[in-house]
Structures are given as C-alpha cells and as structure tokens.
C-alpha cells in the first residue's frame, strides 16, 4: 500500500511540473509576441513579392504575372498555388499555397511543403527530415532562430515572429509540413469596418 501511495504522489508531482512547464513556455511565447508588437514595426513580406496585407485582386493579378514567367503552376485541383522548389532543399520539393483573406487583403499564408520523391519506404524523405531542412531554409531566408513550442500533445511548432509578422513551421504528418504566415495585427473574428458612402 505504502508503494503505491509513493507511485501516485510521484505521478501527480509529475503532472503539476509538466503544467507549470507548458504555461511557462506559452508565457515565453506570448512574451514574444508582445516584445515583437511592441516595436510597432510592420514587417508584411512573404515571397514572390506577396505580402501581407495585399489586396486580392493583386495577388491574383501578381500570381498570373508569376505564372507567365514560369514560377508557379495551379496547385491540385486548382485549390492552390505551386512552386517546385529545385535547388533550395536538399531534395527536390513541393510549395503549394493559398491566402486567408480579411476584408479582401492577405492577412494569412499557409503554405504546405514535401519532397517531390516522397514514398513511405523512403524514411530519409519523410515530414521530420523535411521540417529540419525547412528551419534551417527558413532561418537563413527570414534571418533568425525559430524558436520551439510544444502544444499541449507535445507536438513541436517553430515560431519566428518579426514585428506584426508570424512564422510558424511544423510537421502537418509523415509527408508534409506546414509553414503558416500571420499578420498578428489582424483578428478575423472581428467584422471589418463597412465603407460608409
């Protein structure tokens, strides 16, 4: 009896420090993000010369300009923007991407990543292998560390966030990893202002 009742304070000791664990890393991360918004710095670029806060209609005139100069195709099922990324990974990959869109201007790009020669017996080649190449793309690309954060299923999410503008990279499954871009200034869930004429 005496065993157990010293097996259960030590799994209820572990539980109360992983808790104080995970909010003290949130408090890092919201730390941050304030320190970042603090600087009132608007940092809006993305790639290809997209950018957050870009009216639609431009990114779909500047996408088709893209097209022209053989940069990007339409993605599957033409849900989607792709590059196929030669030289810039170890391996050969694929970008495909699609704005979140607040009141006609881009204020989210997520953009999924994976090697072109992805196979389940190619374990060199799987999301895990790919998310390490990506940080370190990213980092060189965007300047700067990315900073890890577990979610509350311990999965790993990297942040970089530069003024208004977030980063954040993690592995979506075993093929793919998903980058998503945030403009930390905008809230979608609140109605934009109507023009009044």
Excluded at 66 to 76: A, F, S, V, Y
């Amino acid at each position: 009896m005496k065993a157990s009742g010293i097996w259960m304070k030590a799994g209820w000791t572990l539980v109360i420090a992983m808790a104080i664990l995970a909010c003290a890393k949130e408090d890092r991360y919201q730390q941050m993000v304030a320190r970042e918004l603090a600087k009132g710095v608007r940092v809006d670029s993305l790639f290809f010369g997209i950018y957050l806060g870009m009216p639609s209609k431009d990114f779909f005139d500047h996408c088709l300009q893209l097209n022209h100069r053989q940069l990007i195709t339409q993605g599957p099922g033409g849900l989607s923007v792709q590059h196929i990324m030669k030289n810039e990974l170890k391996q050969q990959a694929v970008m495909r991407f699609f704005p979140g869109f607040y009141d006609n201007k881009i204020y989210q790009m997520p953009v999924i990543y994976e090697y072109s020669a992805w196979a389940p017996w190619n374990r060199n080649l799987w999301a895990d292998s790919l998310l390490v190449d990506l940080l370190a793309y990213y980092q060189t690309k965007y300047e700067g560390d990315f900073l890890p954060f577990p979610d509350s299923t311990g999965k790993l999410t990297y942040y970089k966030v530069d003024g208004n503008r977030q980063i954040a990279l993690s592995k979506l499954n075993d093929r793919e990893v998903e980058v998503v871009f945030t403009d930390l200034l905008v809230d979608p869930t609140v109605k934009p202002e109507e023009d009044e004429e």
